[in-house]
């Protein structure tokens, strides 16, 4: 290991970095004796920092150390050693050996996550280790514990504070503005936040922002709060959750998403989020997160545990996903649906839905009120406009406002027959090959639904564009792949192997 | 998923990027729909290229693609479309799940290894599935064959192509080129590559530097090995294992070093090289890589399996490698320790062990030779000189030419007794710190032995350094580690915990 510090002049180098990388010459790594990802320490008259290390030998010269984006405060003369590695390494590699974490560890992980220590090789095998090797119950409440410590956090200074979070999957399934006009309407108070898209054709928050604007910073959306009870605003922009971001980063490009983990980055934010409340739809089936009812229930009940330890008292419905709830796929087709169902029409499933998890969150805060009379008499729809309203969108908006691509082709019935299946990833590349979400309009309406008695040549579902050459796209994908299938009544009943 | 192609204008950015990264601003990623770390295809008049995504809000603007230095190729107008992910992200996922792999499987993820297609978490997420879950033989012998099949190689046309390859973990033990020379001078071919230090404070290769160049490329080899039957080479300047310098960068942050991994690496290199019989030393014991007898046992019987698949007779030694081997460690210190064996003198367990391993490898290639004959007469000493001289070193080079770093220490025994104890990973740490392997000169030399009988101050070793803090650096590491052991003669048989 190298010792004694070398002298080096900081340099600004713009490489789109999110980690605190720096750029050493060759010749200054070998005298350091630091080898590319090992972290080293920067040390200047008024601080100290810690990056971690690319080699190069071109972009800077001996002498000299490039600070990437992160680093860009550090300037002049300072001095750089090596540094040990983070302790959350060996912490990750004891994960690795199928060893039990102590609550110290997870901390530690967590700690060097949110300090962007961890380089992106460490970050893969962290997920990899915990999804080889699972989380106890014992570790996935440390890490939801410790989690929920790092970045923003709010205090409502309130005894009850309502949230709902779904595990995810299931195309449509835009419930969430629902539930909250509901839930806020019976004056009990919702500050709920949401994602937008990662891989679906649109999240929670990309959906409402064709109302409202969704980027909404803490004291905003405290006064939307304030004023409404509720608020619909992107995750993202209050930053309740650095290290899920990292993550999820990390999750993504392998598609694994390991339960522990998905337990605790849930249930940190809700507790970041001041959240004592909460009601959590676990979706099963085909294409939803969670393949089976025994999977479904585990998950649920570890659920239960974990929020327990976190002090929020949350109810689990476990829910058919292996279908999409409602009838629009897309940001605007999504958002016409939750108008329409606040205006007492609309997919019947997603109103009934939306209901039902209204019900049971007001239930849970033995809140005295009903949820059909709140929808029925306008209450939610006039709650939904305030919330918009407060939000800085328009309080007025009708279905009719929202119009879909208007570049358009329909998907008809190949024979006469029943809809026996709904496949939501299907459901989900078509509306992303349209467009959704960047094209807020593009998407899909699904004419018929499971079950739907169809003839041949009836329209199962139309495809909206904003652009020719996405809608080609869209359509080619629909033809060369089963999208609905049209069967036999006893076709959704049985099937052959 | 994104659709229709972006056109985009390239414009060159450096980051020091050993991937084929490319830089998008944020609102073409978007476009595309494409996130961090996905695949973009990237098509000109003339050529189809494949590039990771970084997103970027700065460094480029909308409608330019910043090309870093692996794609420095690339310039005018492209065309953009999202890539698939590579087929190998699906296999390294099934791995993460235990499924064993096929052929097939392997040969994708090798081959986007070799193309640098995988994001360093995809590569953590390889490394930490086959350490989890491991790998069956047929998959090691697999991921040999196909790791032999990328990068270069090396044809001899001769029936017998000797090699000697040690698992490592031992300080000193710089058997190498006394085997080397003992080899050749029987008139059999070995062309020996080596690595450079990583971790510790020496590689064969860095040890050999002393002597002679060591970057040659395969026709400078080829010419040295046709001159003198032997040649004693840096591995990294042969490039035969463009997969394995990959796998490393991402094994040795984690400290991890997965069997199988460890074959393919290994096996894959001698198959690259020619090699076709090859003894392979397997030393076990505190402190070494493999840990006790029975892990090395069949660590050893696993390399004579895969390597018979490889067409390479091996044969496997296991010895004993709880404490260094030799007396010099660092660079110049351990050169000198390997001129004194051929020169008849020097550390008798170095001289021991190299004669066996090349006892062995004679045998294996029915060469008739003796080696104790071979070394007494001086013919290895002047196969050495002969081996230096071709390779531009010079041929006279005698053990007072290697003046070890003038910086000294001694540290002594606080006790009287016996050696019971020299850890392999206190007395490297030792090296490191005073300086070694870029100093060459720094190091220790250890005047006492385990099992030697020692009164109080007596000297166990010298510190040697080329500068003063390294020197400090070092005395302050040994002074709080017990770096040797002083006990009663039974502290070395009889363990009290």
Redesign the interface.
């Given at each position: 290991?190298?010792?004694?510090p070398v002298n080096l002049e900081v340099t600004d180098?713009?490489?789109?970095?999110?980690t605190p990388t720096v750029?050493l010459n060759r010749g200054d790594a070998?005298?350091l004796?630091v080898?590319?990802?090992?972290r080293i320490i920067i040390r200047s008259d008024t601080e100290t920092e810690t990056g971690i290390v690319?080699?190069?030998e071109?972009?800077v010269d001996r002498g000299e150390l490039?600070a990437t984006e992160k680093l860009r405060h550090l300037s002049g003369d300072v001095d750089v050693s090596i540094a040990p590695?983070p302790g959350s390494?060996s912490c990750?590699?004891r994960k690795?050996d199928?060893e039990e974490l102590t609550r110290e560890d997870i901390q530690r992980i967590v700690k060097d996550v949110d300090h962007n220590m961890l380089?992106?090789?460490?970050?893969?095998?962290y997920?990899?280790?915990i999804?080889?090797?699972g989380l106890s119950m014992e570790e996935t409440i440390a890490l939801s514990e410790e989690m929920a410590e790092v970045g923003g956090s709010i205090d409502w200074t309130d005894d009850v504070v309502a949230d709902k979070h779904s595990v995810g999957g299931v195309a449509g399934n835009r419930v969430t503005p629902v539930v909250v006009s509901l839930v806020a309407a019976a004056g009990v108070k919702i500050p709920k936040t949401s994602s937008r898209a990662?891989t679906s054709p649109a999240g929670t928050a990309d959906t409402v922002e064709v109302f409202c604007p969704v980027e909404l910073g803490i004291d905003e959306m405290r006064d939307v709060v304030d004023r409404t009870n509720g608020c619909m605003v992107w995750g993202g922009s209050v930053d309740l959750s650095p290290v899920d971001d990292q993550i999820i980063?990390?999750e993504?490009?392998?598609?694994?998403d390991p339960e522990g983990q998905v337990i605790a980055s849930v249930l940190s934010k809700k507790k970041s989020a001041g959240s004592t409340h909460l009601v959590l739809d676990v979706p099963y089936g085909e294409g939803a997160k969670v393949g089976d009812l025994p999977e479904a229930r585990r998950l649920a009940r570890d659920f239960k545990r974990v929020a327990e330890h976190l002090d929020i008292e949350a109810e689990c419905t476990i829910t058919r996903g292996g279908s999409p709830v409602g009838r629009g796929i897309g940001p605007l087709l999504e958002a016409r649906d939750v108008l329409r169902v606040l205006e007492g029409e609309g997919p019947e499933d997603l109103r009934l839905k939306s209901l039902k998890l209204a019900e049971i969150l007001l239930e849970l805060v033995e809140a005295d009120a009903q949820v059909e009379e709140l929808l029925e008499s306008g209450q939610a729809l006039e709650k939904f406009r305030e919330i918009v309203e407060a939000q800085g969108g328009d309080p007025d908006v009708a279905p009719g406002d929202l119009e879909p691509g208007e570049l358009v082709h329909d998907v008809e019935a190949p024979r006469g027959g029943y809809v026996t299946d709904v496949d939501n990833e299907a459901v989900a590349?078509v509306a992303?090959?349209a467009g959704a979400p960047?094209d807020e309009a593009a998407g899909l309406y699904l004419e018929s639904k499971h079950g739907d008695e169809v003839a041949r040549g009836d329209v199962l579902y139309r495809v909206h564009a904003e652009?020719q050459?996405?809608l080609?796209?869209?359509v080619g994908y629909a033809n060369s792949n089963t999208v609905m299938r049209v069967g036999d009544k006893t076709d959704s009943l049985v099937e052959r192997v």
């Open positions: 290991m190298g010792a004694e180098v713009d490489i789109g970095s999110e750029l070998e005298e004796g080898n590319p990802l090992d690319k080699v190069t071109r972009i490039g590695k390494v990750i590699r690795l199928d380089s992106d090789i460490e970050l893969g095998a997920v990899s280790a999804y080889c090797n990662i980063r990390a993504h490009p392998l598609s694994i590349t992303r090959r960047n652009k050459e996405k080609d796209e869209a």
